[in-house]
Nanobody, 122 residues
């Protein structure tokens, strides 16, 4: 059974750093990503790493967040620096076996983590 288990998250002050992790069990994935959803808003793309060589970020987090994964392609991390109140959201990891082209699309990913809350107080 394929599962994506997330860890990390919590409540921090603006300007602080936080790291989220997502570990896959059951198989390895060619594409892994992070999305987030704030209350009353649609789920939005945050960052993706495709086949361990192509990395993409949303403009809103570029320069502050860093996505990385281990060589075994089972864990993806999201290091979040200089957090802002607008980063407050439920963060979910996503994964797919294929080499995704449309990495920012929710529908591109077959597997999802359980979600973890990140709250940034100003």
């Amino acid at each position: 059974q394929v599962q994506l288990v997330q860890s990390g998250g919590g409540l921090v002050q603006a300007g602080a750093s936080l790291t989220l992790s997502c570990t896959a069990s059951g198989r390895t994935f060619g594409s892994m990503a992070w999305f987030r959803q704030a209350p009353g808003k649609e789920r939005e793309f945050v960052a993706a790493i495709i086949w361990s060589s192509s990395i993409y970020y949303a403009d809103s987090v570029k320069g502050r967040f860093i996505i990385s994964r281990d060589n075994a392609k089972t864990t993806v991390n999201l290091q979040m620096n200089s957090l802002k109140s607008e980063d407050t959201a439920l963060y979910s990891c996503a994964a797919d076996q294929s080499r995704i082209t449309y990495y920012a699309r929710v529908s591109s990913y077959a597997y999802w983590g359980q979600g973890t809350q990140v709250t940034v107080s100003s």
